[in-house]
Structure formats: structure tokens, C-alpha cells
């Protein structure tokens, strides 16, 4: 009874002085380090493994740190550096709870932070002595600059030992390791197994079917990766990586607009009747047409210069006509062509007509002299019949 008494007592018993003024001033400074939660935030958003973890804490100090690692997980995508805000507070909170590490390492290694990363997960590590986060740990040492450790993390590791995911994932990091080393085709065939068939629809295909597409780029190998960067995209229902892009991108690469413009165009050949035979044929008609009257112009002019001016006279209708052919048959093939193309044959009849009026005034000149020589005759005393009376 004196025992059960004494605790009575003790639970109202007066607190030391000045205890409830120490107590105020640190929930009142622990309130405003801590970062802001979101509104709607509950404990019991936190799945159940996580919070059987807390339950080592006191219940309220376990509330308060699993609303910070809901916040931190919900704020991920979003918001990554507000999101590590709130994981370091809970480790400041719990850090001898593996979960809160493990939150903090995760949280640090998506938002670019390596070696915290690093440094959590390796404490994790060796709290839990499980390898669970081994292809992480293995990555972080490789984006810190030191390939050759990620590969021999990958190789000390039993991977039998691992989740399938886990060893896909491992795998994808070393080979990422090989090529940092220059090592392209080792990285390509590390790959290369059971779990690279096109038609697997695995929750690490669409992964391991880019990695690998990632690797046969650095090799050159152009083709084949399109085909695996589609093959990603296909298996990628979740739209978690840009391989459709890729694979897009890859396609077009090397490919200018002008050349892709020039290449839609028909090819054109010999046998095709572009432009430059009509207008060749259009010259040679003009050159004929122009040649032919002034031809048949010189051709009349010679025969008019050596015909008596009787047959000249007589021919002179024929002449005309014979003269004119030319360009009556240029007028009639030339009908739809411009008043240009007549010119040749207007020219033609000009000349003709000069032609025969200069035979005209040859013939009158020479009727003049065959009339006027008897005359002249007479006045010469030449006339026959006529005799000198001196000679009687």
C-alpha cells in the first residue's frame, strides 16, 4: 500500500522549477525547424511495414516522423528539394530506425545528392545486413566518378540471393560501369540473356530493353537500337522512359529538310518531254520559217536576171505567185503564233513585188531600144536601097 501510495503521490507532486518554461521553449523551437506539413496529411498514409519500424518510438515522436516520411515521399516528383527537407528532419528524429535512413538515402539519391545518398544507404546496409539497395549504392558510386567500385560492389555481391528486379537493376548499373571504362561491347553483351526477349512483359522489361537500346547506341550500332528503343516503348506501359523519342530521334538523324523535300520529287529523264524540246522545236520552225522565204526570194531574183524580159513579162503572174507560197504557207502554219513570226513573210512579199517591178521597167527599157533603131538608122543614112548619086 506505502508503495502505491508513494506513486500517487509522485504523479502530483509539483515539477521542478522552471521545467514547464524549458519544456515550452523546446516544442515551441522544435515547431518552427521543423518543415511545413501539406495539409491532409495522416499517419496512416505510411504503409504498414514502415510503421511497424516506428512503433519502437514513442507514439506521439513516431506520428510526427511518419507524417514527414509520407510528405517526403509524396513531394518526390513534385518538389525534390522540400521533399529532403523532410526526410533529414525525421532522421534528425529517428536515426537509429533503418526505415527513416532508408527513406533519406532514397529521397537524397533521386534528387541528384550522391554521396548522401551514398552515405545513408550504406548505413542501411549495414543495419538491416541486407543487400536490398545494392544497384543503388552501386549507381551513386558510379555517378561520384568511380566505375571500377560499382563493378566490384556488383561483383562481391551474391546475386542469387537478390530480387529479380534487383539483379536486373544491378545488371543495368554495371553495364553502365563498363562503358564509363570504355568497355562498349562488354557492356552490350553483359545484357544480353533470358530476360532480353523482345515479347517479355516483365515490370524490368521496358527498363532492361532501354539500357540495352542506350548501349548499342554507344556502339553504333544504329538500327538495332531503334528497333530495342521500340521494343522499350512497347513494353513501357507506364510511360516511365522516352524510348518512343529515342528511337524517333534516331530514325531522323543525318536526314536534312532540303534533301528530304528534294528526294520526294520525280526524277526526270531523257525520254521525258520536258520543256527545252518543245521550245527547241519552236526555234527550228522559226529558223525555217525564216530561211525558207528569203530562199525562195534569191531564187526568183536569179530567175527574173536571166529570162528574156518577154518571159518575164509572160511569167509574171506565176512568178508572183510562185514567190508568194512561202508566205502563204507561213501565214497558215503560223496562225496562232504572235504577229512577230509573219514579219519573215511580209518581208518576203515586199521583196517580190521590188523584184517585179524592176522586171517591168527591164522590159520597157528594152522595147524602147528595139523601136528606136530603125530611126537611128534612117538618120544615119543607113537605110537599105539607097545609093550615092555622086558615084553615077
Known amino acids: 500500500m506505502r508503495r502505491e501510495f508513494e506513486r500517487k503521490d509522485s504523479v502530483h507532486r509539483n515539477p521542478r522549477p522552471g521545467a514547464t518554461s524549458l519544456d515550452d521553449e523546446a516544442i515551441a523551437r522544435e515547431l518552427l525547424e521543423a518543415p511545413e506539413l ?9 504503409d504498414e511495414e514502415a510503421r511497424r519500424e516506428l512503433r519502437t ?10 507524417k514527414h516520411l509520407v510528405a517526403a515521399g509524396g513531394l518526390l516528383d513534385s518538389d525534390p528539394e522540400a521533399a529532403l527537407e523532410h526526410a533529414k528532419y525525421a532522421k534528425a528524429k529517428a536515426s537509429r530506425v533503418p526505415i527513416v535512413r532508408e527513406a533519406l538515402g532514397l ?4 534528387s541528384g545528392n550522391w554521396a548522401e545518398a551514398l552515405s545513408e544507404l550504406r548505413a542501411v546496409r549495414r543495419m538491416t545486413r541486407s543487400d536490398d539497395h545494392i544497384a543503388i549504392i552501386a549507381d551513386a558510386e558510379r555517378a561520384l566518378g568511380r566505375p571500377e567500385r560499382a563493378l566490384d560492389l556488383a561483383k562481391e555481391v551474391d546475386t542469387a540471393k537478390l530480387a529479380k528486379a534487383t539483379q536486373v537493376e544491378l545488371a543495368i548499373v554495371a553495364a553502365g560501369a563498363r562503358r564509363d571504362l570504355g568497355q562498349i561491347d562488354a557492356a552490350v553483351v553483359s545484357l544480353q540473356g533470358a530476360d532480353l526477349k523482345a ?3 516483365d515490370p524490368w522489361s521496358a527498363r532492361l530493353f532501354y539500357a540495352y537500346a542506350d548501349n548499342l547506341v554507344a556502339a553504333e550500332r544504329k538500327d538495332e537500337a531503334i528497333r530495342w528503343f521500340l521494343n ?4 513501357d506501359t507506364d510511360d516511365e522512359t522516352d524510348a518512343a523519342e529515342r528511337a524517333a530521334d534516331l530514325s531522323n538523324e543525318g536526314i536534312e529538310p532540303a534533301k528530304a523535300a528534294k528526294t520526294t520529287e520525280p526524277a526526270k529523264t531523257d525520254d521525258e518531254p520536258v520543256k527545252a524540246t518543245p521550245s527547241t522545236e519552236a526555234k527550228a520552225t522559226e529558223a ?3 530561211t525558207e522565204p528569203a530562199k525562195a526570194t534569191e531564187a526568183a531574183k536569179t530567175a527574173e536576171a536571166t ?3 518577154e518571159v518575164a513579162k509572160a511569167d509574171k503572174p506565176a512568178e508572183a505567185t510562185q514567190a508568194n507560197e512561202p508566205a502563204k504557207e507561213a501565214a497558215t502554219t503560223d496562225a ?5 513570226a509573219d514579219e519573215p513573210a511580209k518581208a518576203a512579199a515586199a521583196e517580190t513585188a521590188d523584184a517585179v517591178k524592176t522586171t517591168e521597167a527591164a522590159k520597157v527599157a528594152t522595147t524602147a531600144e528595139v523601136t528606136d533603131a530603125p530611126e537611128q538608122a534612117k538618120a544615119e543614112g543607113d537605110e537599105p536601097g539607097v545609093t550615092d548619086k555622086s558615084d553615077d
Request: glycine share 8%; no cysteine.
Open 199 to 201: 515479347g517479355k512483359r
Open 232 to 235: 522499350a516503348a512497347d513494353a
Open 307 to 309: 529570162e528574156p524580159a
Open 38 to 46: 501539406p495539409d491532409g496529411i495522416e499517419f496512416s498514409d505510411l
Open 336 to 340: 496562232a503564233e504572235p504577229a512577230k
Open 57 to 66: 518510438l514513442p507514439k506521439a515522436l513516431a506520428e510526427t516522423v511518419g
Open 107 to 110: 529521397v537524397a539519391y533521386h
Open 288 to 290: 525555217a520559217k525564216a
